[in-house]
């Protein structure tokens, strides 16, 4: 089955910089990388999506690229702010099949 | 607004006993859901998938005896988790695909179990 592994587990980041987490995926065939921000005790929100037949996807702050060759994604956010102090999920899939394999986790921090 | 909703939210029971997590699909029907497990600090981790009609798969380790899951309506999937011991505390949260949304999948409010 996949394994998706994320890195690093926790980030602490001055406000206003930038923040990078990065996942890998066994399975070749996933394509499809959804990226969650999980606030204690509350549901994963999804934050930003990313389908394998495109390299790069943005929104306002955040950004996703993928690389399929090497079989890993990263999450970028720009211009840190407070409230996007959470932890962070990374996950694969195959798009139409909503079984979702997710990483680890990664607690970011951000100080004012 | 949430489309899977999820009740109840927090539930303490004593050990041995059972409890039922309902997980709703609101406004669309949902012929699959998914059970998830979060331990404190950890991912959430797949125990099942439920289908409307038909037995659940389980997930490698995840006792089927135990989580109990019916799927009985298209908008309905319940988990009881049978003979409830303290380790089996946890976070569950069950997610659903919708198309009426751009085809995401949404999670449901979590609920909290602790077992005395």
């Known amino acids: 089955g996949e394994n998706v592994e994320q890195h690093p587990s926790t980030l602490s980041v001055q406000e206003g910089d930038s923040a990078v987490i990065k996942c890998t995926y066994s399975?070749?065939?996933?394509?499809?990388f959804p990226w969650y921000k999980q606030e204690l005790g509350k549901r994963p929100q999804l934050i930003i999506d990313?389908?394998?037949?495109?390299g790069e996807k943005k929104d306002q702050r955040i950004a996703v690229t993928l690389n399929k060759t090497a079989k890993h994604f990263s999450l970028h956010i720009t211009e840190t702010q407070p409230e996007d102090s959470a932890v962070y999920f990374c996950a694969a899939s195959l798009f139409g099949n909503e079984k979702l394999t997710f990483g680890t986790g990664t607690r970011l921090t951000i100080i004012p | 607004g949430a489309v899977v909703s999820q009740h109840p939210s927090r539930v303490i029971c004593k050990s041995g006993t059972s409890v039922k997590i309902e997980c709703r699909s609101l406004d669309f029907q949902a012929t699959t859901m998914f059970w998830y497990r979060q331990f404190p600090k950890q991912s959430l981790m797949l125990m099942a998938t439920?289908?409307?009609?038909?037995?659940?798969?389980?997930e490698q380790g995840v006792e089927k005896d135990k989580f109990l899951i019916n799927h009985a309506s298209l908008t309905l999937s319940t988990l009881t988790v049978t003979s409830a011991h303290p380790e089996d505390s946890s976070f569950y949260i069950c997610?659903?695909?919708?198309?009426?949304?751009?085809?995401?999948?949404?999670f449901g409010e979590g609920s909290w179990l602790t077992v005395v």
């Open positions: 439920s289908n409307e009609g038909s037995k659940a798969t389980y």
């Open positions: 997610s659903a695909r919708t198309h009426r949304f751009g085809n995401t999948i949404y």
């Open positions: 990313i389908r394998s037949n495109v």
């Open positions: 399975d070749s065939a996933s394509n499809y």
